[in-house]
């Protein structure tokens, strides 16, 4: 619920899916999808990306950001695709990420921010980006201007919420369960 508290105070400043998106959106995601269902006790890794920057030739010298999941399991690692150090950790401090002395720049309108490996353990749920406790939604362009990320949104939900074996705002594929007795399971094998 309190994520959700959270997603919803993000809404006014997202991402737009049109033609001319609003710009500066942060993106989870899983092989190319805002959705994924390991099995249990599978490793799976998460990439935090930046796209949409409303400057042709943006760059990222620091960036800020949270996640909350809801989803079982545990973060196994987080590494920084910046190049530069970085401080906290992604889901209990925010997570601080800057790209040294060089800027990170855009490859193919992306920007690779960072991976977070989890071990899912089965229970279903959500990864959600939220603003850094002490730093919101910033980050610090080339030009070391503060500028600040959005959520894209897609269907009127924010799209940068990953689904794990769970629906994500995009929608994702579940396997469909039928509930049975242990003496139905028992006749198939007489």
């Known amino acids: 619920m309190r994520a959700l508290a959270i997603a ?3 809404l006014p400043a997202v991402c737009l899916a049109n033609p001319v998106p609003m710009q500066d959106c942060l993106y989870l995601d899983v092989g ?3 959705c ?5 006790s599978q490793p799976f890794t998460v990439s935090v990306t930046m796209r949409d920057l409303n400057q042709a030739e943006a760059g990222i010298m620091g960036f800020a950001f949270r996640l909350d999941r809801t989803f079982g399991g545990f973060k196994l690692s987080q590494t920084n695709l910046l190049g530069g150090l970085d401080f906290g950790d992604v889901e209990t401090d925010g997570w601080v990420l800057s790209s040294g002395a060089d800027c ?12 977070i490996e989890y071990l899912y353990l089965g229970t279903p749920g ?3 980006p939220v603003g850094h406790p002490v730093d919101g939604t910033a980050f ?3 030009d070391n201007e503060l500028r600040y990320w959005n959520l894209p949104e897609w269907d009127s939900l ?7 074996c769970d629906i994500p705002p995009e929608g994702c594929a579940t396997v469909p369960v039928e509930t049975t007795t242990w003496g139905a399971v028992k006749a198939l094998y007489r």
């Open 8 to 10: 919803l105070l993000l």
């Open 32 to 34: 190319g999808s805002n």
């Open 36 to 40: 994924s269902c390991p099995g249990a």
């Open 104 to 115: 990170a720049e855009p490859v193919g309108g992306v920007i690779y921010v960072g991976e």
């Open 126 to 128: 959500t990864l959600t």
């Open 140 to 142: 610090v362009d080339c």
């Open 158 to 164: 924010p799209g940068g919420i990953l689904g794990v």
